[in-house]
């Protein structure tokens, strides 16, 4: 029945009308504000409405999980960052209650240093604090340098920069405009490593010490130590002073994947070299600090020719490798000293004989090849055997060390390192062979019950979200792939799916999470330790794919998230992608600043937001 006024007015419904009335005005003041846009407002994100079918969202190991049983087991039922809901029911629906359409008004500008902007590296560039150096001499004017605060402009790109040529084509040719820098094929114009031809850089597989041509050299060393199997005993390789990695380059037919390192500007750009042909490579120096990797990572360290004094400092560059050199594996030296008799290189080779011999490094095979060029290959003890008979206990066995990611900003130490054990203290032998490794339970694992069942899952988990999304159901152009990083990798599972793809993986572990990065080299996968806060040791325009799984939980509290986008944007190429798998509410801080970047971006199933980067730069 209709209430009229006058009976309101007769039976003082005053109250009922007071209430009504607000409710009415509450309800229209949300309705606007739930229609209206933001004041600051980009309609270009696109909100997929396909819904393909998501495996169930699993952890990156975190590092405030202690290592009890009873915290290990429940990895498996606690995301890093909790999902609004389990990702398989999530919507697009779900994702529209959320407005995304946002963009910050961001006055960006290019950096502004000059001809060398195009290959800005904030922490390796800071010449303020590099001229404030005490001493250089033991290259700590290649050490990182971080400037304080993060630099917020963008790095401009190349003239004439192309999008790059594409695998495998580019391991022998690159574009020239794309790394304009001719100097290091003047100085190495007689050794063969690149030459330059028309428009592009031409890679023939020379070098130093190939002076057959790389192929040959790697047979060589074959043939002088049979017991090196490439692809099954020896998967992961360093390559120190790699020049511009074409040994690391022809080892990828063998199966071997080689992190091939060298310092800034010893040779001019050679490191950008490598990474634009498509091969695995970081910038990195062994000055005073420790390497950005785990003990006992690789199963051979190889050095032609790298310029690298071992016996410095008291030989505390030789006891890194050792640190970083598993049990049983290989160091080759291929050097004057080993072959040549002058008395500086006599000298030298003296020198190494006491040092090798002091740490246990036996030799296992020293010869020279029909051209003259010769090498040493020594073999790291896979026991304690021999450290317990020497006579002088010179350097010492290093304390154990008591906290995780010792080897960030750590200086080098004079001492030798402990052999791995498991949790009954046996010596870990390293046996399995590559393939069997990438799927097989991993010697460091923790000790507890359901830590293998944890690793297992975590590897499914990883297989059907990259088969069934990520290769499947996001437009993501795969035949632009090649150099691919995984920013928070916790057991390597996004690297180990994905590795029947042409294409490689940097697998990088947050100083702020739990320290995984053993187990990643114990699959056969490579990777380094890194602090997001902070610029990676890579020049710009290096990776093809950045793929980051709850990565800005533990950054929050430490850095700004612009300031990760602008590296993110940084080591970027053109055309490359950022995929995010996140909550929205990290989802929404990161939108608007990649679209302030002028990237397209695109968001699929309320939690995988995809952003391409384009060849937009500030206008000057």
Same mark, same amino acid.
């Given at each position: 029945?209709?209430?009229?006024?006058?009976?309101?007015? @007769?039976?003082?419904?005053?109250?009922?009308?007071? +209430?009504?009335?607000?409710?009415?005005?509450?309800?229209?003041?949300?309705?606007?504000?739930?229609?209206?846009? %933001?004041?600051? !407002?980009?309609?270009?994100?696109?909100?997929?409405?396909?819904?393909?079918?998501?495996?169930?969202?699993?952890?990156?190991?975190?590092?405030?999980? %202690?290592?009890?049983?009873?915290?290990?087991?429940?990895?498996?039922?606690?995301?890093? !960052?909790?999902?609004?809901?389990?990702?398989?029911?999530?919507? +697009?629906?779900?994702?529209?209650?959320?407005?995304?359409?946002?963009?910050?008004?961001?006055?960006?500008?290019?950096?502004?240093?000059?001809?060398?902007?195009?290959?800005?590296?904030?922490?390796?560039?800071?010449?303020?604090?590099?001229?404030?150096?005490?001493?250089?001499?033991?290259?700590?004017?290649?050490?990182?340098?971080?400037?304080?605060?993060?630099?917020?402009?963008?790095?401009?790109?190349?003239?004439?920069?192309?999008?790059?040529?594409?695998?495998?084509?580019?391991?022998?040719?690159?574009? /020239?405009?794309? !790394?304009?820098?001719?100097?290091?094929?003047?100085?190495?114009?007689?050794?063969?490593?690149?030459?330059?031809?028309?428009?592009?850089?031409?890679?023939?597989?020379?070098?130093?010490?190939?002076?057959?041509?790389?192929?040959?050299?790697?047979?060589?060393?074959?043939?002088?130590?049979?017991?090196?199997?490439?692809?099954?005993?020896?998967?992961?390789?360093?390559?120190?002073?790699?020049?511009?990695?074409?040994?690391?380059?022809?080892?990828?037919?063998?199966?071997?994947?080689?992190?091939?390192?060298?310092?800034?500007?010893?040779?001019?750009?050679?490191?950008?070299?490598?990474?634009?042909?498509?091969?695995?490579?970081?910038?990195?120096?062994?000055?005073?600090?420790?390497?950005?990797?785990?003990?006992?990572?690789?199963?051979?360290?190889?050095?032609?020719?790298?310029?690298?004094?071992?016996?410095?400092?008291?030989?505390?560059?030789?006891?890194?490798?050792?640190?970083?050199?598993?049990?049983?594996?290989?160091?080759?030296?291929?050097?004057?000293?080993?072959?040549?008799?002058?008395?500086?290189?006599?000298?030298?080779?003296? #020198?190494?004989?006491?040092?090798?011999?002091?740490?246990?490094?036996?030799?296992?095979? @020293?010869?020279?090849?029909?051209?003259?060029?010769?090498?040493?290959?020594?073999?790291? =003890?896979?026991?304690?055997?021999?450290?317990?008979?020497?006579?002088?206990?010179?350097?010492?066995?290093?304390?154990?060390?008591?906290?995780?990611?010792?080897?960030?900003?750590? =200086?080098?130490?004079?001492?030798?390192?402990?052999?791995?054990?498991?949790?009954?203290?046996?010596?870990?032998?390293?046996?399995?062979?590559?393939?069997?490794?990438?799927?097989?339970?991993?010697? #460091?694992?923790p000790s507890e019950p359901d830590a293998e069942d944890i690793f297992k899952e975590d590897t499914k988990h990883w297989a059907a979200l990259v088969s069934e999304v990520y290769l499947d159901g996001m437009a993501i152009n795969l035949a632009r792939i090649r150099n691919v990083m995984d920013m928070?990798?916790?057991?390597?599972?996004?690297?180990?799916?994905?590795?029947?793809?042409?294409?490689?993986?940097?697998?990088?572990?947050?100083?702020?999470?739990?320290?995984?990065?053993?187990?990643?080299?114990?699959?056969?996968?490579?990777?380094?330790?890194?602090?997001w806060c902070e610029s990676f040791n890579t020049y710009p325009r290096t990776y093809d794919l950045l793929h980051s799984s709850f990565l800005f939980k533990n950054l929050k509290d430490r850095c700004d998230i612009i300031d990760v986008a602008v590296e993110i944007d940084r080591i970027l190429r053109p055309g490359g992608y950022l995929l995010v798998q996140d909550t929205m509410e990290t989802i929404k801080k990161l939108n608007p600043i990649l679209r302030s970047l002028h990237w397209?971006?695109?968001? /699929?199933?309320?939690?995988?937001? !995809?952003?391409?980067?384009?060849?937009?730069?500030?206008?000057?």
């Open positions: 029945m209709a209430i009229s006024l006058q009976s309101v007015i @007769k039976e003082r419904k005053f109250p009922f009308l007071l +209430a009504l009335t607000f409710l009415l005005i509450s309800f229209t003041i949300l309705l606007i504000s739930n229609s209206s846009p %933001s004041l600051l !407002v980009s309609t270009d994100l696109h909100v997929t409405t396909s819904q393909p079918h998501l495996p169930s969202p699993q952890p990156r190991p975190s590092r405030s999980q %202690s290592d009890n049983a009873a915290a290990v087991s429940s990895q498996l039922n606690d995301t890093v !960052v909790s999902l609004p809901e389990p990702a398989s029911k999530m919507t +697009a629906a779900a994702a529209g209650d959320v407005d995304l359409n946002v963009s910050l008004d961001i006055k960006w500008e290019n950096c502004k240093l000059g001809a060398l902007a195009v290959d800005y590296i904030p922490c390796l560039d800071n010449w303020q604090a590099i001229k404030e150096l005490q001493s250089r001499r033991r290259m700590e004017h290649r050490e990182r340098h971080c400037p304080d605060p993060s630099p917020r402009c963008l790095v401009p790109l190349p003239i004439g920069y192309k999008v790059p040529v594409r695998w495998p084509k580019s391991r022998d040719m690159i574009w /020239y405009s794309n !790394v304009p820098h001719p100097k290091l094929v003047e100085y190495k114009k007689e050794q063969n490593w690149v030459r330059k031809s028309g428009d592009y850089f031409v890679f023939p597989g020379g070098g130093t010490q190939f002076k057959n041509g790389v192929h040959s050299y790697i047979d060589f060393i074959h043939k002088t130590l049979p017991a090196i199997k490439w692809g099954k005993n020896i998967r992961v390789i360093l390559d120190v002073g790699c020049g511009v990695a074409s040994f690391g380059g022809y080892l990828l037919d063998k199966d071997v994947i080689t992190m091939s390192f060298a310092p800034k500007d010893e040779h001019e750009a050679q490191i950008q070299f490598a990474l634009e042909r498509g091969i695995p490579a970081i910038l990195s120096v062994i000055g005073t600090k420790k390497l950005t990797f785990p003990d006992n990572a690789y199963d051979l360290i190889h050095c032609a020719r790298c310029r690298v004094h071992w016996d410095g400092d008291g030989g505390k560059p030789l006891l890194e490798l050792n640190r970083i050199l598993r049990p049983g594996g290989y160091f080759i030296w291929s050097a004057t000293p080993v072959y040549l008799d002058d008395e500086r290189d006599r000298k030298v080779w003296n #020198s190494m004989v006491t040092l090798t011999t002091a740490i246990c490094w036996k030799v296992v095979a @020293k010869t020279v090849d029909s051209t003259g060029i010769g090498l040493v290959i020594y073999q790291k =003890p896979s026991s304690y055997s021999c450290y317990k008979q020497r006579k002088e206990k010179i350097p010492p066995l290093c304390e154990q060390k008591t906290k995780q990611n010792v080897s960030w900003y750590e =200086p080098l130490s004079y001492c030798i390192s402990h052999l791995p054990v498991d949790s009954m203290g046996n010596l870990l032998r390293w046996s399995t062979p590559w393939p069997q490794r990438l799927s097989s339970k991993p010697p #460091s694992l928070n990798a916790g057991y390597g599972g996004f690297a180990a799916a994905l590795i029947q793809q042409p294409l490689w993986v940097m697998n990088v572990v947050p100083i702020d999470a739990q320290d995984t990065l053993s187990v990643i080299f114990e699959r056969g996968l490579i990777g380094v330790y890194h602090d397209s971006t695109t968001l /699929y199933q309320g939690q995988f937001l !995809v952003g391409e980067k384009g060849f937009w730069r500030p206008s000057e």
